[in-house]
């Protein structure tokens, strides 16, 4: 024996290895209870909102001189992936997109960099700009919302009530963030009668110049004495709207007491603010957010309690439901989870007990535990939380990490019928198998690598399969050659008899086929080959997919109106989609969010940001079952109530958020051309079968009325077109005065026309102007009015004005597809189009392409590490293309997995398959140096490779087996199901190819050789 021997220092200090096994055992247990615990992992969503607003202009001057200015200069924000922008009148909204590349830290200091630079340039934007402000808390989850319906209260009543409730759950552990969902804001409305003002001779602007001067909040200085300073305050300011009805001015030499003229009362803002419904109830809504790496499960049980305890004291009529609740989602997921991870262990150890007997399976027994019993304090140190991915990626550690141990128990107990003592037996596997299995545990390692440095959010999103599978490898090779030997010695005896009668048998069997493939060896290898041939070229069968649909109970009900559409439009549309939901008896819950989208109470949800038009709601079925036929019947409703409308009914997505699932982007220089280029498109996708509702992110315009002053005639009457406008917007929509400060609110003070005198389209020619003088005129005398069409929201792509297409598809049919069969008819299109002008794909199917492309890239990385690995280990070029010639045999069973399940190829599939490459190669490496072990002994190339296959026969079907089994509990399961069946089918005609390709290749190559 030469070299340190691991195995054999493990025995000789057992009192130390014992003690090191018991305090993983306790670290794994408490880290287990401490690990975090979410729904899906932490990815950074790298979008941040830039909005700026310029009352009062239109959607062009916004767009010209505020997005046009504010992207040339975003465009040069480092790590930019692309800048999406839309324009409404008066307001700009700029999404800064960052390459998935970004890291955490640079896409932290990019945000930084991006105010400052914005920060710079504020002074070129045009005078009246308010803004910019910036959002880089879009990525920020929602999981618990409360909603709170009242009755009998006013809207401030409960507001109070929430904001009381919102200060008091802040105090819980892991709270980082609440927001308020609903509230509608109070103004003082100050209403005049014009005509009164006009007879009275009262100048409006004097009036409310009054009211601010008496409201203002300024220092009348400190009067120091030689013992103390005394600070002097001046009153008058509002502090309600009592005191604002009190306020006596002087006009035309009296006194006269403002509700005198005017009616001062409280009420909301008008129009309202995006509202919160909760079961069709008026509600606010009290969003939670939790801090980075809290558990969930734990910040639900203290919410609750919390909550429970203020519910005890809330007025009677004010009622709390719970909207979302993911902690609830998360407990039933992790159980499930955890349910599939006992039955894995309880596969993998039956499968263990059966073949290898009780002593031998006992020691498989213990391996598992305490390689997971390390493998969570290095989660726990690394912040790798319980959730979706890492608990898959548990289950698939758990189908591999047994094979090291079942390696060197095997070992053990060959020699141990051979008649070496316990200690030989036990060191043996060390020398013989430690570094062929070092060297296939890290090509395992190095298969999962595409995983873990996938420059996307996709790979960010599925980085915890590749840390936790490598820890968990790493972990077991030293389970297996510091723990089981030592267990081994303990518990193994030498067996009496070799083999029972039955393995005889399958050994028997074993030999005579793989020496009749080996002396067929030139029809075994053609048969092998021409079946990769046909598995290749059977891919293009398999659907394409990028992430599946989420398999939570919830659907979401989008409703789009005209985009000129008002709130109040939206309210009533709303409350028609409520009556619906009502009495359904498939719904559990819902809410609506009205003028905005959802709160993002769910990691991957595609957040809409507010717009009067757009209405949200979040409906929560019964269970799945009952999921599928409300998406149905949401459908066919929505068509018939809404057909002018845009509406979609889709269920939560996994992955990272993409929208509607069919999208083409049209974009070029101008509007109107790609207006029409855009309504082909449209044309194209609505031709196809599988496509359906196709609509438009923008495209019709809307009315506006242009009123345009005789600036001569104005001067001559001694008014201006900023004094017109001032007028009209108070009379109109209300002026703010000044503000009210009550309790912890702000209240605007609005001042406006009675509402029996507001304006309205028809009587807008005769509203009566106050001039200077005191009197006042008609303002059709000075103005002329035409109508005018505007669009009221455009879409700009990195400066080009973009218009999407997008649709739905049909059931059971994959987006994917349907752009493939798009594409003749698109490409045809495309010829047609002048310079500048482009149709692109975009949607679920570009999001897919980038993210595989991203690993894609990452695979040569992959490739040098795994050929590195078994370059070292083998030494031999010959060798080495022996094991690369079995790798990608695997493919002969993914497809024929995925075609006989019907499962799609998606992304994580993608990663499943690229990660079988690694498992395939680790039983090649072994396999061979086993060969070349026997060779070592003086058996020439045949009988070295019968004897070596023969006696690796058992544990590589065994870890076959395992694997393919334990992944059982995880293929039923939407999001692991593809993945698990790819590795199932591939493992499993691998390995059958390993053990009789790869030894009838080694005796082609080196039998050959001892010929000549």
Known sequence: MTGFNLSEW????????????????????????????????????????????????????????????????????????????????????????????????????????????????????????????????????????????????????????????????????????????????????????????????????????????????????????????????????????????????????????????????????????????????????????????????????????????????????????????????????????????????????????????????????????????????????????????????????????????????????????????????????????????????????????????????????????????????????????????????????????????????????????????????????????????????????????????????????????????????????????????????????WSTNVGRGAIRFYLPLNVELPNNFFTQAVVVAKDVAARERLHAKLERFLAEEFPGAVSAVSPLELGPPVGWPLQYRVNGPDVEKVREIALKVGQTIASNPNAKSVNFDWMEPDRQVRIRVDQDEARLLGLSSQAIASVLNTVISGATVTQVRDDIYLVDVVARALDEERVSLSTLRTLQVPLPSGKTVPLNQFATFEYQQEYPLIWRRNRVPTLTVRADITGGVLPGAVVDSLSPAMEKLRTTLLPGYDVVVGGTVEESQKSQASVIAVVPMMLFVMLTVLMVQLQSFPRLLMVLSVAPLGMIGVVAALLLSGRPMGFVTILGVLALLGMISKNAVILISQIDAERSQGKGPWEAAVDASSSRFRPIMLTAVSTVLGMIPIAPTVFWGPMAVAIMGGLLVATVLTLVFLPTLYVTWFGQQRRS
């Open 10 to 589: 493990a025995l000789k200090h057992r009192s130390l290895v014992v003690y090191i096994m018991i305090v993983a055992v306790i670290a794994g247990c408490l880290a287990y209870f401490r690990l975090g615990r979410n729904e899906d992992p932490s990815f950074i969503i790298k979008t941040m909102v830039v909005q700026a607003a310029w009352p009062g202009a239109s959607a062009e001057e916004t767009m010209k001189q505020v997005t046009e200015r504010l992207e040339r200069q975003l465009q040069e924000t480092p790590h930019l992936d692309f800048l999406r922008s839309f324009t409404r009148a008066g307001l700009t909204t700029i999404f800064v997109n960052l390459k998935g590349s970004a890291s955490a830290r640079e896409v932290s200091d990019t945000w930084y960099e991006v105010r400052k630079s914005v920060g710079d340039m504020r002074h070129t934007l045009p005078a009246g700009v308010i803004g910019p402000g910036f959002n880089d808390d879009f990525g920020d989850t929602f999981g618990i919302i409360y909603g709170f319906t009242s009755d009998g209260f006013t809207q401030r009543e409960l507001r109070d009530r929430v904001e009381d409730i919102r200060s008091r759950l802040l105090q819980v552990p892991d709270v980082s963030k609440i927001e308020l969902l609903g509230v509608q804001d109070e103004v003082i409305l100050v209403e005049f009668s014009k005509q009164e003002l006009a007879t009275l001779g009262i100048d409006r602007a004097a009036l409310l110049a009054a009211l601010q001067a008496q409201n203002i909040v300024r220092p009348a200085g400190t009067i120091q004495t030689g013992k103390e300073s005394i600070s002097v305050r001046v009153t008058g300011g509002f502090s309600s709207e009592q005191d604002i009805a009190n306020v006596n001015f002087v006009a035309g030499g009296r006194t006269i007491r403002l509700s005198d003229i005017a009616r001062v009362r409280r009420g909301n803002v008008d129009p309202p603010q995006p509202m919160f419904r909760v079961n069709g109830q008026p509600a606010i809504g009290l969003a939670i957010a939790m801090r980075d790496g809290g558990d969930i499960l734990a910040l639900g049980r203290n919410i609750k309690k919390a909550m429970a305890e203020i519910t005890a004291n809330l007025p009677i009529g004010i009622e709390p439901s719970l909207v979302a609740d993911q902690a609830v989602v998360v407990d039933g997921a992790i159980g499930e989870f955890m349910t599939s991870l006992l039955q894995a262990i309880a596969i993998i150890l039956a499968v263990s007990f059966i073949s290898l007997g009780v002593r031998p399976g006992l020691i498989i027994a213990l391996a598992i535990p305490l390689t997971l019993a390390i493998v969570f304090p290095i989660m726990k140190l690394i912040s790798i939380d319980m959730q979706r991915i890492s608990l898959g990626a548990l289950i698939i550690a758990l189908a591999l990490l047994v094979d090291d141990a079942m390696t060197t128990t095997d070992a053990t107990l060959n020699r141990l019928a051979k008649g070496d003592s316990k200690m030989e037996a036990a060191t043996f596997a060390y020398r013989s198998y430690a570094f062929a299995m070092l060297a296939g545990t890290l090509v395992t390692i190095a298969g999962f690598i595409p995983v873990g440095f996938a420059a996307s959010s996709a790979g960010e999103y599925t980085f915890s399969l590749f840390a936790v599978v490598a820890i968990a490898l790493l972990v077991s090779w030293f389970v297996a050659v510091i723990f089981t030997p030592l267990i081994g010695v303990v518990i193994l005896v030498p067996p009496k008899q070799r083999s029972a009668a039955a393995p005889g048998r399958i050994y028997g069997f074993y030999r005579s086929f793989l020496s009749v493939a080996m002396r067929a060896k030139w029809l075994t290898i053609a048969i092998s080959l021409a079946l990769f041939v046909a598995s290749i070229l059977a891919l293009p069968l398999i659907p394409q997919q990028f992430f599946p649909s989420s398999d939570r109970p919830e659907l979401l009900v989008d409703l789009s109106l005209t985009q000129n559409a008002s709130i109040y439009a939206s309210e009533t549309a709303a409350k028609r989609l409520d009556a619906a939901l009502a009495g359904d008896p498939d719904v559990h819950h």
